[in-house]
């Protein structure tokens, strides 16, 4: 992995030092939960203020705080955060440190004024949220004319120069809207489309019929690497959340901005991602839960403090392999993936380490003729970020007939890990970087002399693949020449 960042590169694009530093190169901060949007897969339960939401000053010391943690990147969400009276105020403050600014919003009242007085603050990017086309994105965000809205406020961030992204939250119903609205943002003139599965948190909770089932990824992942290269060819990226993946044949895709050698290494959450709640919780990721997973709030500790001492922000500093349980715990990429997103599978069966939404897992399962369906036992309770209960059951493709339940197994929650209590590593692990098998694309682990999924010899199909991209190099080559085209 290269250790200096390219202009061309995202301020979020991680170095070696960044994580052998622990530097929280993206912070995602929350400065408010009032919220204009009634949205039902909302996991912080955005609507109300938040009791005591940090003052201007408090707001301020962070953004200091930040810098002189070497921060690159902050983005500003809610509820909404143009909702807060000083958020010009912030911005202007984050880009006087010369950190990378943007807001992720709804759009239904980031009226011109409002936007106007962001972008003469220094605001760098805004991404708007489509989780769909008019009917879908209405229905799940809950107020009608909220698509047009989100619309209208891409389109005149577009024109005013500022970087222009959309975010789809992916559940049950969407995948048919996908294709359409891939086109529709390459129209809108949007250069990253971020996708991310809806998880069961807060308000997802009280309305699972949202939620896409984890077998659905044998249907999700090929249509997404379709719409990728078809993005790539309009100049649009596609960008993968966290709970999209992991190691199946497209995983050479998402992560390293078009670099494959870049691929998933595990949750990030405390180590180089922060996250900030309205009233100065401080967490490793602003989508885990805030019980269990709080380091401490910066009222009462310095936020250097909690990031360099606090045992909630350490978590995954400490996890190993060990702390895997279900199929992820014989899984041929433990070692590397450590269970894919935390969120996701924390928000599911109230621990982290076993995983169902993942690509290679639906396609291992498969070869077997079983399948994963989850199921909701226990609501979330009311509060921000609470989580419920699921089962997770496998069954026979062929017949539905149930094999095992995670309810009937006697699943313990506990929400802890073997290094518990110990101190946290003073230097970080850069990850581990896999190989890319030129057979089935994908990723294995170096020492392998012969693929374990198609049986492949590595390094002949990487010789014989190295050899094809000289040709087409030459190729080209010669074809410009003809053109009276300088070579590249």
Same mark, same amino acid.
């Given at each position: 992995?290269?250790?200096?960042?390219?202009?061309?590169?995202?301020?979020?694009?991680?170095?070696?030092?960044?994580?052998?530093?622990?530097?929280?190169?993206?912070?995602?901060?929350?400065?408010?939960?009032?919220?204009?949007?009634?949205?039902?897969?909302?996991?912080?339960?955005?609507?109300?203020?938040?009791?005591?939401?940090?003052?201007?000053?408090?707001?301020?010391?962070?953004?200091?705080?930040?810098?002189?943690?070497?921060?690159?990147?902050?983005?500003?969400?809610?509820?909404?955060?143009?909702?807060?009276?000083?958020?010009?105020?912030?911005?202007?403050?984050?880009?006087?440190?010369?950190?990378?600014?943007?807001?992720?919003?709804?759009?239904?009242?980031?009226?011109?004024?409002?936007?106007?007085?962001?972008?003469?603050?220094?605001?760098?990017?805004?991404?708007?949220?489509?989780?769909?086309?008019?009917?879908?994105?209405?229905?799940?965000?809950?107020?009608?004319?909220?698509?047009?809205?989100?619309?209208?406020?891409?389109?005149?961030?577009?024109?005013?120069?500022?970087?222009?992204?959309?975010?789809?939250?992916?559940?049950?119903?969407?995948?048919?809207?996908?294709?359409?609205?891939?086109?529709?943002?390459?129209?809108?003139?949007?250069?990253?489309?971020?996708?991310?599965?809806?998880?069961?948190?807060?308000?997802?909770?009280?309305?699972?019929?949202?939620?896409?089932?984890?077998?659905?990824?044998?249907?999700?992942?090929?249509?997404?690497?379709?719409?990728?290269?078809?993005?790539?060819?309009?100049?649009?990226?596609?960008?993968?959340?966290?709970?999209?993946?992991?190691?199946?044949?497209?995983?050479?895709?998402?992560?390293?901005?078009?670099?494959?050698?870049?691929?998933? @290494?595990?949750? #990030?959450? $405390?180590?180089?991602? *922060?996250?900030? =709640?309205?009233?100065? &919780?401080? /967490?490793?990721?602003? +989508?885990?839960?805030?019980?269990?997973?709080?380091?401490?709030?910066?009222?009462?500790?310095?936020?250097?403090?909690?990031?360099?001492?606090?045992?909630?922000?350490?978590?995954?500093?400490?996890?190993?392999?060990?702390?895997?349980?279900?199929?992820?715990?014989?899984?041929?990429?433990?070692?590397?993936?450590?269970?894919?997103?935390?969120?996701?599978?924390?928000?599911?069966?109230?621990?982290?380490?076993?995983?169902?939404?993942?690509?290679?897992?639906?396609?291992?399962?498969?070869?077997?003729?079983?399948?994963?369906?989850?199921?909701?036992?226990?609501?979330?309770?009311? @509060?921000?970020? #609470?989580? $419920?209960?699921?089962? *997770?059951?496998? =069954?026979?493709?062929? &017949?539905? /007939?149930?094999?095992? +339940?995670?309810?009937?197994?006697?699943?313990?929650?506990?929400?802890?890990?073997?290094?518990?209590?110990?101190?946290?590593?003073?230097?970080?692990?850069?990850?581990?970087?896999?190989?890319?098998?030129?057979?089935?694309?994908?990723?294995?682990?170096?020492?392998?002399?012969?693929?374990?999924?198609?049986?492949?010899?590595?390094?002949?199909?990487?010789?014989?693949?190295?050899?094809?991209?000289?040709?087409?190099?030459?190729?080209?080559?010669?074809?410009?020449?003809?053109?009276?085209?300088?070579?590249?």
């Amino acid at each position: 992995m290269p250790d200096t960042q390219s202009p061309q590169r995202p301020a979020r694009y991680l170095s070696e030092e960044d994580f052998k530093r622990f530097i929280p190169v993206h912070v995602v901060w929350e400065i408010t939960l009032a919220c204009d949007l009634k949205c039902l897969h909302c996991g912080s339960r955005a609507g109300h203020r938040r009791p005591s939401e940090l003052n201007t000053t408090e707001c301020l010391e962070v953004i200091d705080a930040l810098a002189a943690l070497g921060t690159r990147e902050i983005t500003l969400i809610g509820g909404e955060a143009y909702l807060r009276k000083d958020w010009t105020q912030l911005i202007e403050a984050i880009r006087r440190h010369d950190i990378y600014c943007a807001v992720q919003t709804g759009g239904r009242n980031l009226n011109p004024r409002r936007m106007q007085a962001a972008i003469d603050a220094g605001l760098n990017g805004v991404g708007v949220s489509l989780d769909g086309l008019a009917p879908l994105h209405d229905a799940v965000r809950n107020v009608p004319g909220s698509f047009d809205k989100a619309v209208d406020t891409l389109r005149r961030a577009k024109v005013a120069g500022l970087a222009t992204s959309v975010n789809t939250q992916i559940g049950a119903a969407t995948m048919a809207d996908l294709p359409a609205l891939m086109t529709l943002i390459i129209e809108l003139g949007a250069k990253q489309w971020q996708i991310q599965l809806t998880v069961a948190m807060g308000n997802a909770v009280d309305n699972p019929h949202l939620l896409l089932q984890p077998y659905q990824l044998n249907e999700l992942m090929p249509l997404l690497a379709k719409l990728y290269q078809t993005g790539v060819e309009n100049g649009l990226l596609m960008t993968i959340g966290n709970n999209i993946g992991y190691y199946g044949p497209y995983e050479h895709l998402w992560r390293g901005f078009g670099d494959e050698r870049i691929h998933w @290494a595990g949750c #990030a959450a $405390g180590q180089t991602v *922060l996250a900030l =709640e309205a009233d100065g &919780t401080v /967490k490793g990721c602003p +989508s885990l839960a805030t019980v269990g997973f709080s380091g401490g709030n910066v009222r009462e500790m310095s936020l250097s403090d909690i990031w360099h001492h606090s045992e909630g922000i350490h978590f995954g500093r400490l996890r190993s392999v060990d702390d895997l349980w279900g199929y992820c715990r014989g899984c041929y990429y433990n070692d590397v993936c450590r269970g894919g997103c935390t969120w996701t599978s924390h928000s599911l069966l109230g621990k982290p380490g076993n995983n169902p939404y993942c690509h290679y897992r639906v396609l291992d399962l498969q070869k077997q003729g079983l399948r994963e369906r989850i199921v909701k036992l226990q609501d979330a309770a009311p @509060a921000s970020f #609470a989580v $419920g209960r699921f089962d *997770l059951v496998t =069954e026979r493709i062929d &017949t539905g /007939k149930a094999v095992s +339940s995670i309810s009937r197994s006697g699943q313990i929650v506990e929400l802890t890990w073997k290094n518990k209590g110990k101190r946290a590593p003073e230097q970080g692990r850069p990850p581990t970087t896999l190989a890319l098998c030129r057979g089935c694309l994908q990723y294995v682990h170096p020492t392998e002399i012969t693929c374990p999924h198609c049986q492949t010899n590595l390094a002949a199909a990487e010789a014989t693949y190295q050899q094809d991209q000289v040709r087409r190099q030459q190729i080209m080559d010669r074809l410009r020449s003809l053109l009276g085209l300088p070579n590249q």
